[in-house]
Protein backbone atom coordinates (compact mmCIF):
# COMPACT_ATOMS: atom_id res chain seq x y z
CA UNK A 1 0.00 0.00 0.00
CA UNK A 2 1.52 3.53 -0.75
CA UNK A 3 1.80 5.70 2.61
CA UNK A 4 -1.17 7.37 4.00
CA UNK A 5 0.12 11.19 2.94
CA UNK A 6 -0.02 9.97 -1.09
CA UNK A 7 -3.87 9.38 -0.57
CA UNK A 8 -4.62 13.01 0.63
CA UNK A 9 -6.76 13.73 -2.36
CA UNK A 10 -9.43 11.17 -1.34
CA UNK A 11 -12.23 10.70 -4.19
CA UNK A 12 -10.89 11.64 -7.56
CA UNK A 13 -7.95 9.59 -7.32
CA UNK A 14 -11.14 6.68 -5.61
CA UNK A 15 -12.37 7.40 -9.60
CA UNK A 16 -9.19 6.81 -11.26
CA UNK A 17 -8.40 3.85 -8.33
CA UNK A 18 -11.75 1.96 -8.98
CA UNK A 19 -10.79 1.84 -12.62
CA UNK A 20 -7.40 0.18 -12.50
CA UNK A 21 -8.99 -1.91 -9.74
CA UNK A 22 -11.26 -3.36 -12.39
CA UNK A 23 -9.18 -3.44 -14.73
CA UNK A 24 -5.86 -4.73 -16.00
CA UNK A 25 -3.00 -2.07 -16.77
CA UNK A 26 -2.63 -0.65 -19.82
CA UNK A 27 0.90 -0.45 -22.58
CA UNK A 28 2.56 2.64 -22.50
CA UNK A 29 1.30 5.59 -25.10
CA UNK A 30 4.68 6.31 -25.99
CA UNK A 31 5.01 9.81 -27.51
CA UNK A 32 2.02 11.47 -25.53
CA UNK A 33 3.71 14.70 -24.50
CA UNK A 34 3.43 15.37 -20.39
CA UNK A 35 5.45 14.53 -17.58
CA UNK A 36 8.14 10.98 -16.87
CA UNK A 37 7.28 9.70 -13.13
CA UNK A 38 8.29 11.82 -9.78
CA UNK A 39 9.05 8.46 -7.96
CA UNK A 40 9.60 4.89 -9.30
CA UNK A 41 6.68 2.97 -7.19
CA UNK A 42 3.98 5.89 -6.67
CA UNK A 43 4.29 7.64 -9.88
CA UNK A 44 3.10 11.35 -10.11
CA UNK A 45 1.01 10.72 -6.77
CA UNK A 46 3.34 12.95 -5.42
CA UNK A 47 2.89 15.71 -7.73
CA UNK A 48 -0.82 15.10 -7.20
CA UNK A 49 -0.85 15.96 -3.46
CA UNK A 50 1.14 18.96 -4.12
CA UNK A 51 -1.29 20.52 -6.48
CA UNK A 52 -4.01 19.76 -4.10
CA UNK A 53 -6.20 17.50 -6.07
CA UNK A 54 -6.26 15.41 -8.79
CA UNK A 55 -8.26 18.26 -10.98
CA UNK A 56 -5.63 21.31 -10.13
CA UNK A 57 -3.01 18.88 -11.26
CA UNK A 58 -5.18 18.20 -14.20
CA UNK A 59 -5.63 22.17 -14.98
CA UNK A 60 -1.35 22.84 -14.67
CA UNK A 61 -0.50 19.64 -16.73
CA UNK A 62 -2.64 20.91 -19.52
CA UNK A 63 -1.91 24.29 -19.35
CA UNK A 64 2.10 23.40 -20.08
CA UNK A 65 1.00 20.54 -22.22
CA UNK A 66 -1.28 20.86 -24.36
CA UNK A 67 -4.85 19.13 -24.71
CA UNK A 68 -3.70 15.27 -24.72
CA UNK A 69 -1.09 14.85 -21.81
CA UNK A 70 -0.34 12.00 -19.99
CA UNK A 71 1.34 11.14 -16.23
CA UNK A 72 1.99 8.22 -14.09
CA UNK A 73 -0.45 7.06 -11.54
CA UNK A 74 1.66 4.22 -9.57
CA UNK A 75 3.24 2.31 -12.45
CA UNK A 76 0.94 2.95 -14.99
CA UNK A 77 0.62 5.56 -17.81
CA UNK A 78 -2.72 7.81 -17.73
CA UNK A 79 -3.95 10.00 -20.73
CA UNK A 80 -5.87 13.19 -19.91
CA UNK A 81 -8.00 15.12 -22.70
CA UNK A 82 -8.32 18.73 -21.88
CA UNK A 83 -10.30 20.38 -24.73
CA UNK A 84 -14.35 19.63 -26.29
CA UNK A 85 -12.42 19.33 -29.86
CA UNK A 86 -10.22 16.05 -28.17
CA UNK A 87 -13.21 14.49 -26.68
CA UNK A 88 -14.83 14.38 -29.46
CA UNK A 89 -12.44 12.57 -31.46
CA UNK A 90 -11.81 9.76 -28.42
CA UNK A 91 -12.96 6.45 -29.35
CA UNK A 92 -14.72 4.07 -26.43
CA UNK A 93 -17.73 1.85 -27.88
CA UNK A 94 -18.60 1.93 -23.49
CA UNK A 95 -19.76 4.72 -23.22
CA UNK A 96 -22.80 3.80 -21.81
CA UNK A 97 -20.95 2.94 -18.62
CA UNK A 98 -21.67 5.45 -15.58
CA UNK A 99 -17.75 6.76 -13.62
CA UNK A 100 -20.42 6.70 -10.62
CA UNK A 101 -21.16 3.03 -10.80
CA UNK A 102 -17.49 1.94 -11.74
CA UNK A 103 -16.25 3.69 -9.11
CA UNK A 104 -18.62 2.57 -6.36
CA UNK A 105 -18.89 -0.61 -7.31
CA UNK A 106 -15.40 -1.86 -7.12
CA UNK A 107 -15.28 0.53 -3.55
CA UNK A 108 -18.07 -0.96 -2.24
CA UNK A 109 -16.40 -4.53 -3.13
CA UNK A 110 -19.80 -5.25 -5.07
CA UNK A 111 -18.81 -8.19 -7.32
CA UNK A 112 -21.47 -8.64 -10.05
CA UNK A 113 -18.80 -8.27 -13.04
CA UNK A 114 -17.93 -5.37 -15.72
CA UNK A 115 -21.58 -5.12 -17.76
CA UNK A 116 -21.22 -5.67 -21.50
CA UNK A 117 -22.63 -2.73 -23.47
CA UNK A 118 -25.98 -4.31 -24.31
CA UNK A 119 -26.26 -4.95 -20.26
CA UNK A 120 -25.10 -1.05 -19.61
CA UNK A 121 -27.74 0.08 -22.57
CA UNK A 122 -30.44 -2.41 -20.50
CA UNK A 123 -29.35 -0.89 -17.48
CA UNK A 124 -29.67 2.78 -18.45
CA UNK A 125 -32.90 2.35 -19.95
CA UNK A 126 -33.86 1.17 -16.65
CA UNK A 127 -32.36 3.94 -14.72
CA UNK A 128 -34.35 6.33 -17.31
CA UNK A 129 -37.63 4.66 -16.62
CA UNK A 130 -36.89 4.93 -12.77
CA UNK A 131 -35.56 8.89 -12.77
CA UNK A 132 -39.05 10.02 -15.07
CA UNK A 133 -41.55 7.62 -13.73
CA UNK A 134 -40.43 8.56 -9.74
CA UNK A 135 -40.52 12.23 -10.72
CA UNK A 136 -43.89 11.96 -11.99
CA UNK A 137 -45.39 9.91 -9.25
CA UNK A 138 -43.76 12.31 -6.07
CA UNK A 139 -44.25 15.65 -7.56
CA UNK A 140 -46.51 16.23 -5.37
CA UNK A 141 -44.18 15.57 -2.48
CA UNK A 142 -41.52 16.87 -3.94
CA UNK A 143 -43.02 20.30 -3.54
CA UNK A 144 -44.17 19.86 -0.05
CA UNK A 145 -40.54 19.49 1.05
CA UNK A 146 -39.79 22.47 -1.08
CA UNK A 147 -42.48 24.59 0.58
CA UNK A 148 -40.98 23.20 4.34
CA UNK A 149 -37.81 24.63 3.38
CA UNK A 150 -39.59 27.83 2.19
CA UNK A 151 -41.50 28.05 5.38
CA UNK A 152 -38.31 27.41 7.21
CA UNK A 153 -36.77 30.11 5.82
CA UNK A 154 -39.46 32.76 5.62
CA UNK A 155 -39.60 32.44 9.60
CA UNK A 156 -36.10 33.78 9.73
CA UNK A 157 -35.44 37.25 10.81
CA UNK A 158 -33.27 38.75 7.73
CA UNK A 159 -30.34 39.31 9.03
CA UNK A 160 -30.22 35.50 10.02
CA UNK A 161 -27.28 33.62 8.61
CA UNK A 162 -28.35 30.28 6.70
CA UNK A 163 -26.34 27.26 6.78
CA UNK A 164 -26.57 26.51 3.37
CA UNK A 165 -24.36 23.15 2.50
CA UNK A 166 -26.19 21.60 5.89
CA UNK A 167 -30.02 22.37 4.95
CA UNK A 168 -29.41 21.51 1.18
CA UNK A 169 -28.16 18.30 2.34
CA UNK A 170 -30.95 17.68 4.58
CA UNK A 171 -33.21 18.61 1.89
CA UNK A 172 -31.75 16.03 -0.56
CA UNK A 173 -31.43 13.40 2.09
CA UNK A 174 -35.22 13.69 2.76
CA UNK A 175 -36.46 14.08 -1.30
CA UNK A 176 -33.73 11.24 -2.30
CA UNK A 177 -34.82 8.93 0.12
CA UNK A 178 -38.34 9.18 -0.02
CA UNK A 179 -38.67 9.47 -4.19
CA UNK A 180 -35.66 6.27 -4.25
CA UNK A 181 -36.81 4.02 -1.63
CA UNK A 182 -40.28 4.95 -0.58
CA UNK A 183 -42.64 5.90 2.22
CA UNK A 184 -39.96 4.32 4.88
CA UNK A 185 -38.27 7.46 4.91
CA UNK A 186 -41.22 9.86 5.78
CA UNK A 187 -40.17 9.32 9.19
CA UNK A 188 -37.31 11.88 9.94
CA UNK A 189 -35.52 9.91 12.45
CA UNK A 190 -35.09 6.95 9.30
CA UNK A 191 -34.10 9.87 7.09
CA UNK A 192 -31.48 10.71 10.61
CA UNK A 193 -30.50 7.07 10.64
CA UNK A 194 -29.89 7.02 6.64
CA UNK A 195 -27.88 10.00 6.62
CA UNK A 196 -25.49 8.64 9.23
CA UNK A 197 -24.95 5.68 7.69
CA UNK A 198 -24.40 7.31 3.88
CA UNK A 199 -22.11 9.94 5.20
CA UNK A 200 -20.18 6.58 6.73
CA UNK A 201 -19.57 4.96 3.89
CA UNK A 202 -19.11 7.75 1.79
CA UNK A 203 -16.27 9.41 3.76
CA UNK A 204 -14.59 5.89 3.94
CA UNK A 205 -14.62 4.77 0.14
CA UNK A 206 -12.80 8.00 -0.74
CA UNK A 207 -10.08 6.95 1.53
CA UNK A 208 -10.00 4.21 4.03
CA UNK A 209 -9.72 1.26 0.92
CA UNK A 210 -7.19 3.04 -0.79
CA UNK A 211 -4.75 4.28 1.70
CA UNK A 212 -5.26 1.11 4.16
CA UNK A 213 -6.27 3.06 7.07
CA UNK A 214 -9.71 1.34 7.23
CA UNK A 215 -8.19 -2.12 7.40
CA UNK A 216 -5.59 -1.10 10.04
CA UNK A 217 -8.27 0.68 11.82
CA UNK A 218 -10.76 -1.75 13.56
CA UNK A 219 -12.79 0.33 14.97
CA UNK A 220 -13.36 2.59 11.67
CA UNK A 221 -13.75 -0.73 10.02
CA UNK A 222 -16.67 -2.10 11.72
CA UNK A 223 -18.40 1.73 11.66
CA UNK A 224 -18.27 1.35 8.06
CA UNK A 225 -19.50 -2.22 7.59
CA UNK A 226 -22.20 -2.01 10.32
CA UNK A 227 -23.63 1.28 7.93
CA UNK A 228 -22.99 -0.63 4.80
CA UNK A 229 -25.17 -3.71 6.33
CA UNK A 230 -27.27 -1.21 8.01
CA UNK A 231 -28.10 0.44 4.20
CA UNK A 232 -28.01 -3.21 2.78
CA UNK A 233 -30.56 -4.52 5.30
CA UNK A 234 -32.80 -1.46 4.20
CA UNK A 235 -32.68 -2.01 0.95
CA UNK A 236 -33.22 -5.70 0.98
CA UNK A 237 -36.10 -4.66 3.09
CA UNK A 238 -37.47 -2.49 0.36
CA UNK A 239 -37.02 -4.65 -2.50
CA UNK A 240 -38.85 -7.15 -1.02
CA UNK A 241 -41.53 -5.35 0.12
CA UNK A 242 -42.22 -3.84 -3.29
CA UNK A 243 -42.00 -7.11 -5.11
CA UNK A 244 -44.81 -8.40 -3.27
CA UNK A 245 -46.83 -5.37 -3.21
CA UNK A 246 -49.26 -2.83 -5.69
CA UNK A 247 -48.22 0.48 -4.31
CA UNK A 248 -49.72 3.82 -6.10
CA UNK A 249 -46.85 5.63 -5.27
CA UNK A 250 -43.97 4.57 -8.10
CA UNK A 251 -40.52 4.62 -6.74
CA UNK A 252 -37.02 4.64 -8.72
CA UNK A 253 -36.56 1.25 -7.14
CA UNK A 254 -39.56 0.33 -8.45
CA UNK A 255 -38.39 0.22 -12.57
CA UNK A 256 -35.15 -2.02 -10.97
CA UNK A 257 -37.53 -4.66 -9.46
CA UNK A 258 -39.49 -4.56 -12.77
CA UNK A 259 -36.93 -5.20 -14.52
CA UNK A 260 -34.74 -8.46 -15.81
CA UNK A 261 -32.54 -8.17 -13.14
CA UNK A 262 -31.34 -10.22 -9.97
CA UNK A 263 -31.82 -9.38 -6.49
CA UNK A 264 -28.14 -8.76 -6.08
CA UNK A 265 -27.98 -6.38 -9.29
CA UNK A 266 -31.12 -4.37 -7.94
CA UNK A 267 -29.59 -3.93 -4.67
CA UNK A 268 -26.07 -2.76 -5.79
CA UNK A 269 -27.83 -0.57 -8.45
CA UNK A 270 -30.23 0.66 -5.59
CA UNK A 271 -26.91 1.46 -3.15
CA UNK A 272 -25.07 3.14 -5.59
CA UNK A 273 -28.30 5.23 -7.26
CA UNK A 274 -29.28 6.18 -3.65
CA UNK A 275 -25.66 7.09 -2.38
CA UNK A 276 -24.88 9.71 -5.52
CA UNK A 277 -28.12 11.38 -6.11
CA UNK A 278 -27.85 12.29 -2.35
CA UNK A 279 -24.72 13.62 -2.90
CA UNK A 280 -24.90 15.33 -6.53
CA UNK A 281 -28.53 16.94 -5.61
CA UNK A 282 -27.54 18.70 -2.60
CA UNK A 283 -24.33 20.00 -4.24
CA UNK A 284 -26.32 20.93 -7.08
CA UNK A 285 -28.77 22.68 -5.20
CA UNK A 286 -25.75 24.86 -2.89
CA UNK A 287 -24.15 26.10 -5.48
CA UNK A 288 -27.00 26.72 -7.83
CA UNK A 289 -28.07 29.14 -4.83
CA UNK A 290 -24.39 30.14 -4.24
CA UNK A 291 -24.31 31.61 -7.96
CA UNK A 292 -27.77 33.64 -7.33
CA UNK A 293 -27.03 34.69 -4.46
CA UNK A 294 -23.28 36.81 -6.29
CA UNK A 295 -25.92 38.09 -9.33
CA UNK A 296 -28.73 39.96 -8.68
CA UNK A 297 -29.30 39.92 -12.62
CA UNK A 298 -29.51 36.47 -12.95
CA UNK A 299 -31.59 36.20 -9.84
CA UNK A 300 -34.18 38.70 -11.35
CA UNK A 301 -34.10 36.80 -14.51
CA UNK A 302 -35.43 33.98 -13.07
CA UNK A 303 -37.75 35.64 -10.76
CA UNK A 304 -39.24 37.39 -13.81
CA UNK A 305 -39.50 33.56 -15.69
CA UNK A 306 -40.96 31.92 -12.63
CA UNK A 307 -43.58 34.38 -12.51
CA UNK A 308 -44.57 34.82 -15.94
CA UNK A 309 -44.76 30.56 -16.10
CA UNK A 310 -47.21 30.26 -13.29
CA UNK A 311 -48.11 33.42 -11.70
CA UNK A 312 -50.46 32.78 -8.94
CA UNK A 313 -51.40 29.57 -9.97
CA UNK A 314 -49.62 26.05 -8.16
CA UNK A 315 -46.66 25.09 -9.57
CA UNK A 316 -46.96 22.02 -12.05
CA UNK A 317 -45.35 19.10 -13.71
CA UNK A 318 -46.34 20.68 -16.90
CA UNK A 319 -45.48 23.85 -16.38
CA UNK A 320 -42.36 23.04 -14.71
CA UNK A 321 -41.27 21.80 -18.41
CA UNK A 322 -41.64 25.80 -19.47
CA UNK A 323 -38.81 27.02 -17.61
CA UNK A 324 -35.93 27.10 -19.70
CA UNK A 325 -34.12 29.87 -18.23
CA UNK A 326 -33.84 27.88 -15.06
CA UNK A 327 -32.47 25.06 -17.29
CA UNK A 328 -29.66 27.92 -18.55
CA UNK A 329 -28.85 28.70 -14.87
CA UNK A 330 -28.19 24.80 -13.58
CA UNK A 331 -25.93 23.88 -16.65
CA UNK A 332 -24.15 26.95 -16.13
CA UNK A 333 -23.87 26.26 -12.69
CA UNK A 334 -23.06 22.70 -13.51
CA UNK A 335 -20.14 24.37 -15.50
CA UNK A 336 -19.08 27.24 -13.50
CA UNK A 337 -18.84 25.07 -10.02
CA UNK A 338 -17.17 22.31 -12.24
CA UNK A 339 -19.71 19.84 -10.46
CA UNK A 340 -17.81 16.76 -11.34
CA UNK A 341 -14.54 18.01 -12.46
CA UNK A 342 -12.84 14.47 -13.83
CA UNK A 343 -14.37 11.02 -15.45
CA UNK A 344 -12.68 8.10 -16.56
CA UNK A 345 -12.87 4.99 -19.08
CA UNK A 346 -10.86 2.83 -20.36
CA UNK A 347 -9.59 2.22 -23.75
CA UNK A 348 -11.64 -0.56 -24.82
CA UNK A 349 -10.35 -0.50 -28.53
CA UNK A 350 -7.39 1.18 -29.80
CA UNK A 351 -8.00 5.02 -30.92
CA UNK A 352 -6.30 7.90 -32.33
CA UNK A 353 -6.89 11.55 -31.20
CA UNK A 354 -5.15 13.69 -33.18
CA UNK A 355 -1.43 12.54 -34.23
CA UNK A 356 -1.75 10.28 -30.80
CA UNK A 357 -1.99 6.96 -30.48
CA UNK A 358 -4.30 5.82 -27.47
CA UNK A 359 -3.44 1.99 -26.66
CA UNK A 360 -6.48 -1.04 -25.85
CA UNK A 361 -6.55 -0.54 -22.19
CA UNK A 362 -5.21 2.70 -21.25
CA UNK A 363 -6.78 4.38 -18.76
CA UNK A 364 -8.44 7.63 -20.36
CA UNK A 365 -9.26 10.85 -17.46
CA UNK A 366 -12.07 13.33 -19.18
CA UNK A 367 -10.42 16.80 -17.59
CA UNK A 368 -14.52 17.95 -17.27
CA UNK A 369 -12.94 20.57 -14.97
CA UNK A 370 -10.64 22.00 -17.51
CA UNK A 371 -12.67 21.70 -20.17
CA UNK A 372 -15.45 23.69 -18.58
CA UNK A 373 -13.21 26.56 -18.16
CA UNK A 374 -11.30 26.64 -21.37
CA UNK A 375 -11.83 29.83 -22.96
CA UNK A 376 -11.81 28.87 -26.68
CA UNK A 377 -15.19 26.97 -25.89
CA UNK A 378 -16.57 29.19 -22.93
CA UNK A 379 -15.98 33.13 -23.35
CA UNK A 380 -15.11 34.69 -20.19
CA UNK A 381 -15.00 31.24 -18.53
CA UNK A 382 -14.98 32.46 -15.12
CA UNK A 383 -18.07 34.24 -15.69
CA UNK A 384 -21.24 32.65 -14.51
CA UNK A 385 -23.61 33.42 -17.36
CA UNK A 386 -26.53 31.32 -18.43
CA UNK A 387 -27.15 33.20 -21.62
CA UNK A 388 -24.60 31.02 -22.93
CA UNK A 389 -26.91 28.48 -23.08
CA UNK A 390 -29.45 30.05 -25.06
CA UNK A 391 -27.53 28.75 -28.15
CA UNK A 392 -28.23 25.36 -29.00
CA UNK A 393 -24.65 24.83 -29.78
CA UNK A 394 -23.67 25.30 -26.43
CA UNK A 395 -26.04 22.52 -25.22
CA UNK A 396 -24.64 19.83 -28.11
CA UNK A 397 -21.34 20.86 -26.82
CA UNK A 398 -23.00 20.16 -23.07
CA UNK A 399 -24.60 17.47 -24.23
CA UNK A 400 -21.32 15.49 -25.69
CA UNK A 401 -19.30 16.27 -22.44
CA UNK A 402 -22.70 14.14 -20.24
CA UNK A 403 -24.36 17.03 -18.29
CA UNK A 404 -27.16 17.02 -20.55
CA UNK A 405 -29.87 15.06 -23.36
CA UNK A 406 -28.39 11.31 -23.64
CA UNK A 407 -25.53 11.16 -22.24
CA UNK A 408 -26.51 12.66 -19.22
CA UNK A 409 -26.05 10.59 -16.16
CA UNK A 410 -29.14 9.57 -14.44
CA UNK A 411 -28.46 10.91 -10.98
CA UNK A 412 -27.63 14.06 -12.83
CA UNK A 413 -30.75 14.15 -14.14
CA UNK A 414 -32.77 13.37 -10.95
CA UNK A 415 -30.71 16.40 -9.33
CA UNK A 416 -31.65 19.05 -12.59
CA UNK A 417 -35.30 18.22 -11.94
CA UNK A 418 -35.23 18.38 -8.03
CA UNK A 419 -33.69 21.70 -7.84
CA UNK A 420 -35.89 23.24 -10.58
CA UNK A 421 -38.58 22.63 -8.30
CA UNK A 422 -36.63 23.43 -5.47
CA UNK A 423 -35.72 26.67 -7.21
CA UNK A 424 -39.27 27.70 -8.29
CA UNK A 425 -40.31 27.82 -4.66
CA UNK A 426 -37.80 29.63 -3.18
CA UNK A 427 -37.32 32.61 -5.77
CA UNK A 428 -41.17 32.72 -6.07
CA UNK A 429 -41.04 34.52 -2.63
CA UNK A 430 -37.58 35.08 -1.41
CA UNK A 431 -34.63 37.26 -2.54
CA UNK A 432 -31.60 35.14 -1.67
CA UNK A 433 -28.80 37.52 -0.65
CA UNK A 434 -24.68 36.54 -0.15
CA UNK A 435 -23.37 37.18 3.08
CA UNK A 436 -20.71 40.27 3.07
CA UNK A 437 -16.87 39.41 2.90
CA UNK A 438 -17.65 35.94 2.81
CA UNK A 439 -15.12 34.03 0.65
CA UNK A 440 -16.25 30.45 -0.41
CA UNK A 441 -13.16 28.35 -1.38
CA UNK A 442 -13.80 25.12 -3.46
CA UNK A 443 -12.62 21.25 -2.17
CA UNK A 444 -12.20 19.07 -5.67
CA UNK A 445 -13.85 15.47 -5.07
CA UNK A 446 -16.05 13.35 -6.95
CA UNK A 447 -18.21 16.36 -6.45
CA UNK A 448 -17.03 19.58 -6.29
CA UNK A 449 -17.78 21.20 -2.84
CA UNK A 450 -16.97 24.51 -0.49
CA UNK A 451 -14.11 23.90 1.85
CA UNK A 452 -16.61 25.20 4.44
CA UNK A 453 -20.16 26.09 5.67
CA UNK A 454 -21.61 28.68 2.93
CA UNK A 455 -23.63 30.60 4.50
CA UNK A 456 -26.74 33.14 2.90
CA UNK A 457 -28.91 35.91 4.09
CA UNK A 458 -32.92 36.14 2.90
CA UNK A 459 -35.34 38.81 2.33
CA UNK A 460 -39.33 38.31 1.33
CA UNK A 461 -40.47 39.34 -1.75
CA UNK A 462 -43.87 39.31 -0.45
Given amino acids: MLDFAIFAVTFLLALVAAVLYLYPASRQAAGIPGITPTEEKDGNLPDIVNSGSLHEFLVNLHERYG ?8 RRLVVSLGTVDVLKQHINPNKTSDPFETMLKSLLRYHSGVASVSENHTRKKLYESGVTNSLRSNFALLLKLSEELLDKWLSYPEAQHVPLCQHMLGFA ?7 VLGSTFEDDQEVIHFQKNHGTIWSEIGKGFLDGSLDKSTTRKKQYEDALRQL ?10 RKGGNFSQHIFIDSLVQGNLNDQQILEDSMIFSLA ?3 ITAKLCTWAICFLTTSEEVQRKLYEEIDQVFGKDPITPEKIEQLRYCRQVLCETVRAAKLTPVSARLQDIEG ?7 PRET ?3 YALGVVLQDPSTWPSPHKFDPDRFDDESVMKTFSLLGFSGTQECPELRFAYMVTTVLLSVLVRRLHLLSVEGQHIETKYELVTSSKEEAWITVSKRY
Fill in 67 to 74: PVVSFWFG
Fill in 173 to 179: MKSVTQM
Fill in 232 to 241: ESILKKIIKE
Fill in 277 to 279: SCV
Fill in 352 to 358: KIDKFII
Fill in 363 to 365: LVL
